[in-house]
């Protein structure tokens, strides 16, 4: 009896105490659970405030306009296509027309509102004041551009350009065919004046060094109206051909190809405007809480389970 009683006395008191060791570690380790919360809380704080301070940097608000300046180019570009196009249709409608006889006397505004338009002109050519501006290439081969004044039937000067020739014709008494004084019906395009390129030298009257097409200079020396007309080449081939080999001016083509790239900008700055603010918006998205990541994690793994 003495055994049994003090072997229950034993048992007992194991087992009062117990408890009390399982809620001392329960309680550490919930200590230890509670510590680390109010550590990924103070770490997920920390991170919310770097995070605010990025998304509002100047840097960030530099960055936000690259997508929207190149999505309003974009629309610009949208806006210069459909110029394009309206321009494209003018000028196809009034280089089919049929040449009209060019007045003697033309203004400026009729040039800029009959650009394109086919024009006949008669008169003489002043081979004399002949004028070769360049170098300019055809097809790769280095030439010049021929520019003559031509003497109409009232005295009056209107410049001509005739067109291309090699570099090796640029003396005139290698193309005696085209150096006729004989009166001539020329069929040329009316053009503008094409501007003053800033990336060439100015040109030099004197010694008859030409690099623009400087209309208002070539004009002023030949005394010529501030007309230039471009000659347009035969429709056959052939007969280009035998023009060029002969010395001929190569004028240009009847049907002029304006480019007209406005699609392939739209559709680059549209794509830029995209990559860009997919690229802005990975780089300035809030960052994935650490609780977050523990729970998608939990998920992932249940899952694999």
């Not at 014709?169 to 395009?189: G, H, W």
Request: with cysteine.
């Amino acid at each position: 009896m003495l055994r049994r009683s003090v072997f229950g006395t034993l048992n007992s008191s194991r087992l009062l105490r117990l408890p009390t060791r399982y809620s001392a570690q329960k309680a550490a380790v919930l200590g230890q659970t509670r510590t680390y919360a109010h550590k990924l809380e103070a770490d997920e704080s920390v991170s919310e405030s770097e995070w605010k301070g990025q998304l509002y940097s100047w840097k960030s608000i530099c960055l936000c306009t690259i997508p929207l300046i190149a999505f309003g180019l974009g629309t610009w570009q949208v806006q210069r296509l459909k110029w394009k196009m309206a321009l494209l249709d003018d000028v196809n409608d009034r280089m089919h027309r049929r040449p009209v006889a060019l007045p003697l006397r033309v203004t400026a505004e009729e040039i800029n509102r009959n650009e394109y338009r086919r024009v006949i002109v008669y008169g003489v050519y002043d081979h004399a004041n002949e004028m070769l501006v360049g170098p300019r290439s055809y097809e790769s081969e280095p030439g010049f551009i021929v520019v003559t004044p031509l003497v109409r039937e009232d005295g009056s000067r209107v410049l001509i350009n005739r067109g291309w020739i090699k570099r090796e014709l640029q003396d005139p008494k290698l193309r005696p065919e085209s150096q006729s004084a004989e009166p001539v019906a020329v069929v040329a395009f009316v053009r503008r004046s094409p501007g003053k390129n800033s990336f060439m030298p100015d040109s030099d009257p004197d010694s008859n060094h030409w690099f623009n097409l400087d209309l208002e200079l070539m004009a002023k020396h030949t005394g010529s109206q501030e007309v230039l007309l471009e000659v347009i080449q035969p429709e056959s081939a052939a007969a280009a051909i035998l023009d060029a080999r002969n010395g001929v001016p190569l004028g240009v083509p009847s049907l002029v190809d304006i480019r007209n790239n406005h699609l392939q900008y739209i559709l680059t700055w549209y794509a830029m405007s995209a990559i860009t603010g997919v690229m802005l918006y990975i780089s300035l998205r809030k960052p994935q809480s650490a609780i977050a990541q523990i729970k998608r994690l939990r998920s992932r793994a249940g899952r694999d389970l």
